[in-house]
T-cell receptor, first 110, second 115 residues
Framework: RKEVEQDPGPFNVPEGATVAFNCTYS??????FFWYRQDCRKEPKLLMS???SGNEDGRFTAQLNRASQYISLLIRDSKLSDSATYLC???????????FGGGTRLMVKP | NAGVTQTPKFRVLKTGQSMTLLCAQD?????MYWYRQDPGMGLRLIHY???????AKGEVPDGYNVSRLKKQNFLLGLESAAPSQTSVYFC??????????????FGPGTRLLVL
């Protein structure tokens, strides 16, 4: 079983739609959680950290459910520029290495 | 600041050839990492370094060696390339902050094809 699992997609949505991705992680001792964004043939970049209380950054909302060991990312009012692969990332403890999910591909169509 | 840079951007090797990938960062970061990314596999950690002169194995270290002689540089070596090492290689760096939420900054990647 992979340590961090994501639906690879692709999710094809029209502009303006709301879309949600989920990610599950296997190690209950994981402490830090992130969403990274990766554009086609580019490097990953941090989109947002995920806090226990949930957090929002503009059109993006991240949620953490420790009991069920899953993380979610909600994108409202999708833009064409949101088309990318979204990577779910987990760290076991401070200073430890990151574990990446395989990514979920999002395609926003006009 | 250039951030994290990688050399070369693209390379084709024949099986058995050797090469070195160079990663450089100008952010004075202590930690540096080498990942490989394959379709459907996500990023997997090859080796990492927590400071000048130190290196450690990651998840998939076999067939690779690394060196961190200077704080700003992290080299990844392939002594005898194999087709299974065809991949996109990303270097990253981070600063170990007081909190656990430090960000990793990635280079643009090196695409390696081994024939």
């Amino acid at each position: 079983r992979k340590e961090v699992e994501q639906d690879p997609g692709p999710f094809n949505v029209p502009e303006g739609a709301t879309v949600a991705f989920n990610c599950t992680y296997s190690n209950s001792a994981s402490q830090s959680f992130f969403w990274y964004r990766q554009d086609c043939r580019k490097e990953p970049k941090l989109l947002m950290s995920v806090y226990s209380s949930g957090n929002e950054d503009g059109r993006f909302t991240a949620q953490l459910n420790r009991a069920s060991q899953y993380i979610s990312l909600l994108i409202r009012d999708s833009k064409l520029s949101d088309s990318a692969t979204y990577l779910c990332v987990v760290r076991l403890r401070a200073g430890n290495m990151l574990t990446f999910g395989g990514g979920t591909r999002l395609m926003v169509k006009p | 600041n250039a951030g994290v840079t990688q050399t070369p951007k693209f390379r084709v090797l024949k099986t058995g050839q050797s090469m070195t990938l160079l990663c450089a960062q100008d952010m004075n970061h202590e930690y540096m990492y080498w990942y490989r990314q394959d379709p459907g596999m996500g990023l997997r950690l090859i080796h990492y370094s927590v400071g000048e002169g130190t290196t450690a194995k990651g998840e998939v270290p076999d067939g690779y060696n690394v060196s961190r002689l200077k704080k700003q540089n992290f080299l990844l070596g392939l002594e005898s390339a194999a087709p299974s090492q065809t991949s996109v290689y990303f270097c990253a760096s981070s600063y170990p902050g007081l909190r656990s939420q430090e960000t990793q900054y990635f280079g643009p990647g090196t695409r390696l094809l081994v024939l």
